[in-house]
T-cell receptor
Framework: NAGVTQTPKFRVLKTGQSMTLLCAQD?????MYWYRQDPGMGLRLIHY???????AKGEVPDGYNVSRLKKQNFLLGLESAAPSQTSVYFC??????????????FGPGTRLTVT | DQQVKQNSPSLSVQEGRISILNCDYT??????FLWYKKYPAEGPTFLIS?????DKNEDGRFTVFLNKSAKHLSLHIVPSQPGDSAVYFC???????????FGKGTRLSVIA
């Protein structure tokens, strides 16, 4: 099993460009999440999904959009990148219920730099 | 407003000694508290958890203590090893609210 994979691993964008980050999981998990990690800020939830076709806003959703067209995939889009979106992005997946707390599996991260 | 707070950004401990990482929370409705561990260039991984109905949970060298009256939990690592050097995130979960809430993390350095 690959677990949670993220594509790409690194990316440099210019301000105003758009891009999509892809997350894929092979554990048949219902829930998927996108986080960003910034120095001194910890892990902040951007958007999450509790099932195919559903999405919900997290703590810092502005400037991002997401889609969950297939259960195994969760896409994070930046329509017009800004330097403030320079960060490391982590995708995660989990089963529903209480298991989502201690069975949240993270991908290796995508390092995004916006110049 | 931060619901889960880790007030120490970093901690340095000698190998073999005890590491104590602290976490405070504000929401008395949390049902579970957890610690996740993160190495550089990797995603976080689950380490240990404790239910709100318990005050202690032990797993090998790792023990988590919960003080509900003080809204405080701590992670003890005994003895500390260089491989424990990582960022530790405290997290909390409420059955009525889907996502985990993470603290800002504490970077632990275990010095040989």
């Amino acid at each position: 099993n690959a677990g949670v994979t993220q594509t790409p691993k690194f990316r440099v964008l210019k301000t105003g460009q758009s891009m999509t980050l892809l997350c894929a999981q092979d554990m048949n998990h219902e829930y998927m999440y996108w986080y960003r990690q910034d120095p001194g800020m910890g892990l902040r939830l951007i958007h999450y999904s509790v099932g195919e076709g559903t999405t919900a806003k997290g703590e810092v959703p502005d400037g991002y959009n997401v889609s969950r067209l297939k259960k195994q995939n969760f896409l994070l889009g930046l329509e017009s990148a800004a330097p403030s979106q320079t960060s490391v992005y982590f995708c995660a997946s989990s089963p529903p219920g209480v298991r989502q707390a201690y069975e949240q599996y993270f991908g290796p991260g995508t390092r995004l730099t916006v110049t | 407003d931060q619901q889960v707070k880790q007030n120490s950004p970093s901690l340095s401990v000698q190998e073999g000694r005890i590491s104590i990482l602290n976490c405070d929370y504000t929401n008395s409705m949390f049902d579970y508290f957890l610690w996740y561990k993160k190495y550089p260039a990797e995603g976080p991984t689950f380490l240990i958890s404790i239910s709100s109905i318990k005050d202690k949970n032990e797993d090998g060298r790792f023990t988590v203590f919960l003080n509900k009256s003080a809204k405080h939990l701590s992670l003890h690592i005994v003895p500390s090893q260089p491989g424990d050097s990582a960022v530790y995130f405290c997290a909390a979960w409420n059955s009525g609210n889907t996502p985990l809430v993470f603290g800002k993390g504490t970077r632990l350095s275990v010095i040989a």
